[in-house]
């Protein structure tokens, strides 16, 4: 504490000495306007020294970093451009020496002299700009250098041109002189960059000691500047600040109410002035606030009497919008303090318009006429003027009527969107039978402008309005209010249907009220209606064709059934089409579609009124021929179906023929009931099927017998699969250009253990209906690939694909599956299709045979000619193979058009790059016709007829010799 007052009192003596020195400058008796004066003259003298010293210092380390570029830095470049010269010099020197063409000389020797001058140039230059007798001298002594460099060098040329002969004539002394002095050159340039780099530094050191000085001296101006600055203004506050804030201070309070504030005397100079009346104008202004505060008190006082017994709340708010008087009752309203409201300007944008809870209410000029409060009273707001421009605010409590007219505008909002969101129409009328509620569905219903209808319309408008709108075709006005007066007579609820001129059917609920006026309720039915009969009609009929189905059948059959006890009987005709799932499969169903909506239109046509016909699904149709007396009327109708489905029809350009074939049982010899009925004609109809479609047959025991056959056969198949009671044989494939066998095609058979060897022709069609072809042919193409794996690796193995296994998206994974359990290369694998496989959806097929192809697969053509459009897909894919079907083979000696067509083949494999091979090879002239016409191989019982596996080595033996198409080979054959 000692040691801090030793130090003030060190530097107070110091601080007045200065003060005073200044005060002796600007005695107490001037003006505040002399002093500020004399203060910025000071301050101003003091910034302009401290800146005159700075840009002298400035300018004197601009002028040695400019000498420093313009003499140092010049002379460097100078030198090092000598250097450059010099060395283009000893270049151009070389290349003239071994010049031959005068031209090149000419032209050399002038770059030469132009390089002469340059350098002498540059070395005067450099001389120049340096600062010191060293780089000088090295500059003169390049410069002699160089000239004796150039006496050698135009000697050296001398000797060189005398010589004539295009080759350096080398003088080793006069080449050691022109070395010796190129060295002398570098060396002196050298040593002329080395001066003038040292001439830089030395300016560069000189630049950096006169900025530290200036820098020195500047710092120390500045503080100095900095301290006088700094007394300055301490005594420019101490002089002029300082009553200033106490006039400033004294101000504030009296303007803040204080009228007690002690107001200090001041100099002689304006501030004294200012001081003295800031005291006489605070005694006059507290004598007016007593006496004016006096007078309040005593009036406000009645006032607050007065309003703290009104049920209202009352608010007076002065000119200023400063609120002067308001009651207990206004306070609860606004949820505030009396004492709180009183002297307090309420205005939106001043912080004194909420209280620190938030919950004072904000008053202003425009007040709305109705506030709310936080807790949800409502008050009513009015005010009026007063004379002296302030406002007198009245509130008033009306929570409850408001609560009242909140429910009921609630209630009006719920009714009014419930009416204007209902899927019925509605009006209400009074006893007067005039309109007093509608809505928009309404109008909607009944195709009636919303404007024409309005409140109090009477009934008739009403309906007026709609029979304009065109609702009601003939009837008239008169016609509906009959109509209603009826209703209403009975005096009670009940609905009605109304059928509009437009087809829609209004669902009219009529209740009576108890003004004994009426409610009615509108329902647009229609699509209900139309939906019921849509289903109706649905369950009882084929969505295809319209026509009726199984379960309509069997109604009409139980019906006619009754009717036949007491008159003729009638006849049940069951029918298919022939070749209908090939055309489903060939043009795809949406054809197959049309045609069975073709056939259904013909089978219409072929019937009377009173006979039914039935569609039972897929391509299965039915018909009940009514009061048939003979049963030749059964055979004539179904000869009729016959022809009229059996002709051709056209869809998109595409001519189709299928046929049918027609099963008739008679009713009630063949059967009493439906079912039997309908069964009866089934087997019939599976019997004309067998016998050769096209045609009809009629029910007979017999039939019932070959139909449970059939289905024996279907649970042999099964079981077959199950025992592993089928085999496969193989047949031999002759290559005709290698003669020799190429490999063998498998072949499915069935040993049944009863029924022995089943033919394919029998239970492939079979296998296919009842789905089991696929699981067969994988087992098949199991079975085949691993005895290939057995035989030499030079033979193939040929299997067919029947259309429905080829359609299976098991295919390919089950060729795969074959040959990795096999191990069987790919390359010796050749699968069969027929033309009906590349028939049926072509860009899945075409994807099938191309993942085939890239697994390695060989794919043949089998059967070809006998389809419909092979040769389109022989452009879409690339076969391996073409398989001649063998009806042309056996035709071919006698028949010249199969002879043809076989050439066309083998011509159009040969032209595709494709093997052909010929199916049904018996005879050694077959074998000699084919292999004349170009065929790659050959197949058939010439060779050898299917066999096991176990005869297969046997077979290799036989033919490993080869066959010779002559007469010897003929009786080697025999023997």
């Given at each position: 504490?000692?040691?801090h007052c030793d130090?003030?009192s060190?530097?107070?003596?110091h601080?007045g000495?200065v003060?005073?020195?200044?005060s002796?400058?600007?005695?107490?008796?001037?003006?505040?306007?002399?002093?500020?004066l004399?203060?910025c003259l000071?301050?101003?003298?003091?910034?302009?020294?401290v800146?005159?010293?700075?840009?002298?210092?400035?300018?004197?380390?601009?002028?040695?970093?400019?000498?420093?570029?313009?003499?140092?830095?010049m002379?460097?470049?100078y030198a090092?451009?000598?250097a450059a010269?010099?060395?283009?010099?000893?270049?151009?020197s070389?290349h003239r020496?071994?010049a031959?063409?005068?031209a090149?000389?000419?032209k050399l020797?002038?770059?030469?002299?132009?390089?002469?001058?340059?350098l002498?140039d540059?070395?005067?230059?450099a001389?120049?700009?340096?600062?010191?007798?060293q780089?000088a001298a090295?500059a003169?002594k390049?410069q002699q250098?160089?000239?004796?460099?150039?006496?050698l060098?135009?000697?050296a040329?001398?000797?060189?041109?005398?010589?004539?002969?295009g080759?350096?004539?080398?003088?080793t002394?006069?080449s050691?002189?022109?070395?010796?002095?190129?060295?002398?050159?570098?060396?002196?340039?050298?040593?002329?960059v080395?001066?003038?780099?040292?001439?830089?530094?030395?300016?560069?050191?000189?630049a950096?000691?006169?900025?530290?000085r200036?820098?020195?001296?500047?710092?120390?101006?500045?503080?100095?500047?900095l301290?006088?600055?700094?007394?300055?203004?301490w005594?420019?506050a101490r002089?002029?600040?300082?009553?200033?804030?106490?006039?400033?201070?004294?101000?504030?309070?009296?303007?803040?109410?204080?009228?007690?504030?002690?107001?200090p005397?001041?100099g002689?100079d304006?501030?004294?002035?200012l001081?003295?009346a800031?005291?006489?104008?605070?005694?006059?202004?507290?004598?007016?606030v007593?006496?004016?505060?006096?007078?309040?008190?005593s009036?406000?006082?009645?006032?607050?009497?007065?309003?703290?017994?009104?049920?209202?709340g009352?608010?007076?708010?002065d000119?200023?919008?400063?609120?002067a008087?308001?009651?207990?009752?206004?306070s609860e309203?606004?949820?505030?303090e009396?004492g709180l409201?009183q002297?307090?300007?309420?205005?939106?944008?001043?912080?004194?318009?909420?209280?620190?809870n938030?919950?004072?209410?904000?008053?202003?000029?425009d007040?709305?006429?109705e506030?709310?409060?936080?807790d949800?009273?409502w008050?009513?707001?009015s005010?009026?003027?007063?004379?002296?421009?302030?406002?007198?605010?009245?509130?008033?409590?009306?929570?409850?009527?408001k609560?009242?007219?909140?429910?009921?505008?609630?209630t009006n909002?719920?009714?009014?969107?419930?009416?204007?969101n209902?899927?019925?129409?509605l009006?209400?009328?009074?006893s007067?039978?005039?309109?007093q509620?509608?809505?928009?569905r309404?109008c909607?219903?009944?195709?009636?402008?919303?404007?024409?209808?309005?409140?109090?319309?009477?009934?008739?408008?009403?309906?007026a309005?709609?029979?304009?709108?065109g609702?009601?075709g003939?009837?008239?006005?008169e016609d509906?209010?009959?109509?209603?007066?009826?209703?209403r007579?009975r005096?009670?609820a009940g609905?009605y249907?109304k059928?509009?001129s437009?087809?829609?059917?209004?669902?009219a609920e009529?209740?009576?009220?108890?003004?004994?006026?009426?409610l009615?309720?509108?329902?647009?039915?229609?699509?209900?209606?139309?939906a019921?009969?849509?289903?109706?009609?649905m369950?009882?009929?084929?969505a295809?064709?319209?026509?009726p189905?199984?379960?309509?059948?069997?109604e009409?059959?139980?019906?006619?059934?009754?009717?036949?006890?007491r008159?003729?009987?009638?006849?049940?005709?069951?029918?298919?089409l022939?070749?209908?799932?090939?055309?489903?499969d060939?043009?795809?169903h949406?054809?197959g579609?049309?045609?069975?909506r073709?056939?259904?239109?013909?089978?219409?046509?072929?019937v009377r009124?009173?006979d039914?016909?039935?569609?039972?699904?897929?391509?299965?149709?039915?018909?009940?021929q009514?009061?048939?007396?003979?049963?030749?009327?059964a055979?004539?109708?179904?000869?009729?179906?016959?022809e009229?489905?059996?002709?051709?029809y056209?869809?998109?350009?595409?001519r189709?023929?299928?046929?049918?074939?027609v099963g008739?049982?008679?009713?009630?010899?063949?059967?009493t009931?439906?079912?039997?009925?309908?069964?009866?004609?089934?087997?019939?109809?599976?019997?004309?099927?067998?016998?050769?479609r096209?045609?009809?047959r009629?029910?007979?025991?017999?039939?019932?017998?070959?139909?449970?056959?059939?289905?024996?056969?279907?649970?042999d198949?099964?079981?077959a699969m199950?025992?592993?009671?089928?085999e496969?044989?193989?047949?031999?494939i002759?290559?005709?250009?290698?003669?020799?066998?190429?490999?063998f095609e498998?072949?499915?058979?069935?040993n049944?253990?009863?029924?022995g060897?089943?033919?394919?022709?029998q239970?492939?069609?079979?296998?296919?209906?009842?789905?089991?072809?696929?699981?067969l042919?994988?087992?098949?193409?199991?079975?085949?690939?691993?005895?290939?794996?057995?035989?030499?690796?030079?033979?193939?193995?040929?299997?067919?694909v029947?259309?429905?296994?080829?359609r299976?998206?098991?295919?390919?994974?089950?060729?795969?599956?074959?040959?990795r359990?096999?191990?069987?290369?790919?390359?010796r694998?050749e699968?069969?299709?027929t033309?009906s496989v590349?028939l049926t959806?072509?860009?899945?097929?075409l994807?099938?045979?191309?993942?085939?192809?890239?697994?390695?697969?060989?794919?043949?053509l089998?059967?070809?000619?006998?389809?419909?459009?092979?040769?389109?897909?022989?452009r879409?894919?690339?076969?391996d193979?073409?398989?001649?079907d063998?009806?042309?083979?056996?035709?071919?000696?006698?028949d010249?058009?199969?002879k043809?067509?076989?050439?066309?083949?083998?011509?159009?494999?040969?032209?595709?790059?494709?093997?052909t091979?010929?199916?049904?090879v018996?005879?050694i002239?077959?074998?000699?016709?084919?292999?004349?016409?170009?065929?790659?191989?050959?197949?058939g019982?010439?060779?050898?007829?299917?066999?096991p596996?176990?005869?297969i080595?046997?077979?290799i033996?036989?033919?490993?010799d080869?066959?010779r198409?002559?007469?010897?080979?003929?009786?080697?054959?025999?023997r």
């Amino acid at each position: 504490m000692s040691l801090h007052c030793d130090r003030e009192s060190k530097k107070r003596p110091h601080s007045g000495a200065v003060a005073g020195w200044l005060s002796r400058f600007t005695p107490r008796t001037s003006t505040i306007r002399v002093q500020i004066l004399f203060f910025c003259l000071l301050m101003s003298a003091i910034t302009a020294a401290v800146g005159i010293y700075a840009t002298s210092g400035v300018q004197h380390a601009g002028d040695l970093v400019a000498k420093t570029f313009d003499e140092s830095l010049m002379s460097i470049n100078y030198a090092r451009a000598a250097a450059a010269d010099f060395s283009e010099m000893r270049v151009a020197s070389s290349h003239r020496l071994a010049a031959v063409d005068p031209a090149l000389r000419a032209k050399l020797d002038n770059e030469i002299q132009r390089l002469e001058k340059t350098l002498s140039d540059d070395l005067a230059v450099a001389a120049e700009r340096s600062q010191s007798p060293q780089a000088a001298a090295a500059a003169a002594k390049v410069q002699q250098a160089a000239d004796a460099w150039s006496t050698l060098h135009k000697e050296a040329v001398k000797k060189a041109d005398k010589a004539g002969t295009g080759e350096m004539v080398v003088d080793t002394a006069l080449s050691g002189g022109i070395d010796e002095y190129s060295k002398v050159v570098d060396q002196q340039i050298e040593l002329l960059v080395n001066y003038t780099a040292g001439d830089g530094f030395l300016f560069r050191q000189r630049a950096l000691s006169a900025i530290n000085r200036d820098i020195r001296f500047n710092i120390i101006g500045l503080a100095a500047a900095l301290l006088l600055s700094a007394l300055v203004s301490w005594l420019l506050a101490r002089r002029i600040i300082g009553p200033v804030a106490m006039a400033s201070h004294a101000a504030r309070s009296i303007a803040d109410g204080n009228l007690d504030t002690n107001i200090p005397k001041g100099g002689a100079d304006e501030l004294g002035t200012l001081l003295t009346a800031m005291g006489t104008m605070r005694n006059n202004i507290k004598e007016m606030v007593q006496r004016e505060i006096a007078q309040r008190q005593s009036a406000q006082a009645r006032l607050t009497d007065a309003l703290e017994n009104s049920r209202e709340g009352v608010v007076l708010l002065d000119a200023d919008g400063r609120v002067a008087l308001a009651n207990s009752r206004a306070s609860e309203f606004i949820e505030s303090e009396p004492g709180l409201l009183q002297s307090t300007l309420l205005r939106p944008d001043s912080p004194q318009a909420r209280t620190e809870n938030g919950k004072a209410m904000v008053l202003a000029d425009d007040l709305p006429s109705e506030a709310r409060l936080r807790d949800g009273r409502w008050l009513r707001v009015s005010q009026s003027e007063t004379q002296e421009g302030g406002v007198v605010v009245v509130f008033s409590d009306i929570s409850a009527q408001k609560r009242q007219e909140v429910e009921l505008h609630e209630t009006n909002v719920r009714l009014d969107a419930a009416l204007e969101n209902m899927s019925q129409g509605l009006c209400l009328y009074d006893s007067e039978a005039r309109l007093q509620v509608f809505n928009r569905r309404f109008c909607e219903i009944f195709n009636v402008p919303s404007e024409r209808l309005r409140q109090g319309m009477t009934y008739d408008s009403v309906l007026a309005l709609s029979v304009a709108s065109g609702n009601h075709g003939d009837q008239t006005v008169e016609d509906l209010l009959a109509n209603h007066q009826r209703l209403r007579s009975r005096g009670e609820a009940g609905s009605y249907f109304k059928h509009l001129s437009d087809g829609r059917i209004i669902c009219a609920e009529h209740r009576p009220t108890s003004d004994g006026g009426w409610l009615t309720t509108y329902d647009d039915v229609t699509e209900q209606r139309r939906a019921e009969s849509q289903i109706t009609f649905m369950a009882r009929h084929d969505a295809l064709t319209k026509l009726p189905n199984r379960l309509l059948l069997a109604e009409r059959i139980e019906q006619a059934i009754a009717q036949a006890g007491r008159g003729p009987g009638f006849a049940v005709l069951c029918l298919d089409l022939d070749n209908f799932k090939q055309v489903n499969d060939t043009l795809g169903h949406p054809v197959g579609d049309d045609l069975l909506r073709a056939v259904a239109d013909r089978l219409r046509a072929c019937v009377r009124e009173i006979d039914t016909v039935a569609r039972l699904g897929g391509d299965e149709f039915a018909i009940i021929q009514s009061e048939t007396e003979d049963p030749n009327d059964a055979g004539r109708l179904a000869r009729r179906i016959v022809e009229c489905i059996g002709a051709p029809y056209e869809f998109n350009g595409q001519r189709i023929v299928v046929g049918c074939s027609v099963g008739i049982s008679l009713a009630p010899n063949d059967g009493t009931s439906g079912e039997k009925l309908l069964k009866n004609a089934d087997v019939a109809l599976y019997r004309a099927k067998t016998d050769g479609r096209g045609i009809w047959r009629f029910f007979e025991p017999e039939m019932d017998a070959a139909l449970q056959r059939r289905r024996a056969l279907e649970l042999d198949l099964r079981e077959a699969m199950e025992k592993e009671q089928f085999e496969v044989y193989y047949q031999p494939i002759y290559d005709l250009r290698l003669d020799r066998i190429s490999g063998f095609e498998a072949l499915l058979r069935w040993n049944h253990p009863v029924r022995g060897m089943v033919s394919p022709d029998q239970f492939i069609p079979v296998a296919e209906e009842i789905g089991l072809i696929i699981p067969l042919g994988e087992w098949v193409l199991k079975r085949a690939c691993e005895r290939a794996a057995l035989w030499p690796g030079d033979l193939k193995i040929a299997i067919n694909v029947s259309s429905v296994q080829f359609r299976s998206p098991r295919l390919v994974e089950a060729v795969t599956t074959a040959l990795r359990l096999s191990q069987l290369a790919p390359g010796r694998v050749e699968l069969e299709i027929t033309e009906s496989v590349l028939l049926t959806n072509s860009a899945e097929t075409l994807a099938t045979l191309h993942q085939l192809r890239t697994l390695g697969i060989r794919i043949a053509l089998d059967d070809f000619g006998t389809g419909y459009s092979s040769l389109s897909y022989l452009r879409s894919f690339p076969f391996d193979k073409l398989k001649i079907d063998q009806s042309f083979v056996g035709d071919l000696t006698a028949d010249e058009g199969s002879k043809l067509i076989v050439r066309a083949i083998v011509s159009l494999g040969k032209s595709l790059g494709m093997r052909t091979t010929a199916e049904g090879v018996r005879t050694i002239q077959q074998l000699n016709d084919v292999a004349a016409e170009g065929c790659s191989e050959a197949q058939g019982y010439l060779f050898s007829k299917p066999v096991p596996d176990t005869e297969i080595g046997s077979l290799i033996l036989k033919w490993r010799d080869g066959f010779r198409r002559t007469a010897s080979g003929a009786r080697s054959l025999a023997r």
